[in-house]
């Protein structure tokens, strides 16, 4: 279920709906499917899209029982506006390889939801982070690494936070929808780091720019494009705003917890 499916699939059981996912055991799968009201991808995509509908395609076109579907998408389908903003009314025009799986996977996970007349959302997600997965677990653990690029700046969301937008998605099944939730502040990267190793005590590791050749082609790539996310359309149309409104918020959580 990975790190997204875990907090969704708790969040749903907290609210009295079954909930059931699937990590590697293709074999299980079809069972679960069968019945299934709502189905949530959080899959990465390869050359060819993605690799879940394409083992369970026919057991979700038969499904009786489907009314919605669900694709955890990226913004890096949005090329770099340098520093502008994006929203859902944007053009997801971004030509790289990461963009194109993205892009053709929402096409699938789409056009199975309209053969079938039923619901579809596509979520386009900034960073995610929370409990086990943010700044303060990588410097404890030696691998943050302290990245500068002037004038970079992106947002990010608490994972607890996609749960909630993604229950609410579920909750208002539009036909293709398409949905940004993020945060409220769009932050350097050092900045969360910073502000992370003064709540827990440790050093800043070295600063390293952006385009330096000991970083990895991918991490380069991360770091190449600038772009704010307005989430007015989301949180409208979701009834939904996040509750940790900016990183600190979130990293004062982990902290704690």
């Keep these: 279920m990975g790190y997204a499916g875990r907090h969704v699939a708790?969040?749903?059981?907290?609210?009295?709906?079954?909930?059931?996912?699937?990590?590697?055991?293709?074999?299980?799968?079809?069972e679960v499917i069968r019945d299934a009201e709502a189905v949530l991808c959080t899959v990465p995509p390869d050359e060819d899209g993605d690799p879940v509908l394409r083992l369970l395609m026919k057991q979700l076109r038969d499904s009786a029982s489907l009314r919605w579907v669900g694709y955890l998408s990226s913004t890096a389908v949005y090329a770099d506006r340098e520093g502008g903003w994006v929203d859902e009314q944007s053009d997801a025009d971004a030509v790289d390889e990461t963009a194109?799986?993205?892009?053709?996977?929402?096409?699938?996970?789409?056009?199975?939801a309209r053969d079938k007349g039923i619901a579809s959302s596509v979520f386009r997600l900034p960073g995610l982070y929370g409990r086990g997965r943010n700044a303060l677990v990588q410097l404890a653990e030696g691998r943050a690494r302290h990245v500068v690029k002037p004038?970079?700046?992106?947002?990010?969301?608490?994972v607890e936070d996609l749960a909630t937008a993604v229950v609410a998605a579920m909750r208002r099944a539009e036909p293709e929808a398409l949905y940004l939730p993020c945060d409220d502040e769009a932050a350097a990267p050092q900045a969360?780091?910073?502000?992370?190793?003064?709540?827990?005590?440790?050093?800043?590791?070295?600063?390293?720019?952006?385009?330096?050749?000991?970083?990895?082609?991918?991490?380069?790539?991360?770091y190449a494009g600038c772009k704010r996310i307005d989430s007015r359309g989301t949180r409208e149309a979701l009834q939904w705003a996040p509750r940790f409104a900016t990183y600190r918020e979130g990293l004062q959580d982990a902290f704690r917890g």
Excluded: I
């Design 10 to 30: 708790a969040l749903l059981q907290s609210l009295g709906v079954a909930c059931s996912g699937t990590v590697r055991n293709v074999a299980v799968a079809p």
């Design 100 to 112: 194109r799986r993205r892009l053709l996977a929402e096409r699938q996970w789409r056009a199975l």
């Design 192 to 222: 969360v780091l910073a502000y992370a190793a003064a709540l827990g005590g440790f050093e800043m590791p070295p600063a390293v720019a952006w385009d330096d050749p000991s970083l990895s082609p991918a991490l380069r790539r991360f």
């Design 151 to 158: 004038g970079l700046v992106f947002n990010r969301l608490h």
